[in-house]
């Protein structure tokens, strides 16, 4: 569970998809967060599994998309325009209530996948 997946490298200005197995439960928040080399884990994106609303990192908006498939029980990242400071391992989380930005309120955290932009 929580297994984030779908990280590579890519070239700057590309593209990438990332997936994570939902908890599919209703009044639970799933969560993007990344953590670059030498620096704290920080909030990339969030999506409430019963309406989807989403919050977003200023530094990604507009250029990633998180979204949920309920029947599959699947969270997505999708990455567009990537720059090299987006290079990172991602990792998908999940929470009860809401969308919060802090790494602190979410208990769960599963094995990362890395993700590498090249300039």
């Known amino acids: 569970q929580l297994q984030a997946s779908g990280g590579g490298l890519v070239q700057a200005g590309g593209s990438l998809r990332l997936s994570c197995a939902g908890s599919?439960?209703?009044?639970?928040?799933m969560g993007w967060f990344r953590q670059a080399p030498g620096k704290q884990r920080e909030f990339v994106a969030g999506?409430?599994?019963?309406?989807?609303?989403?919050v977003y990192a200023d530094s990604v908006k507009g250029r990633f998309t998180i979204s949920r498939d309920k029947a599959k029980r699947m969270v997505y990242l999708q990455m567009n325009t990537l720059k090299a400071e987006d290079t990172a391992v991602y990792y998908c989380?999940?929470?009860?209530?809401?969308?919060?930005?802090?790494?602190?309120?979410?208990?769960?955290w599963g094995q990362g996948t890395l993700v590498t932009v090249s300039s």
């Open positions: 989380t999940t929470r009860s209530g809401d969308i919060s930005t802090k790494t602190s309120e979410y208990g769960y």
């Open positions: 599919g439960r209703p009044n639970y928040v």
């Open positions: 999506i409430t599994w019963n309406w989807g609303t989403t």
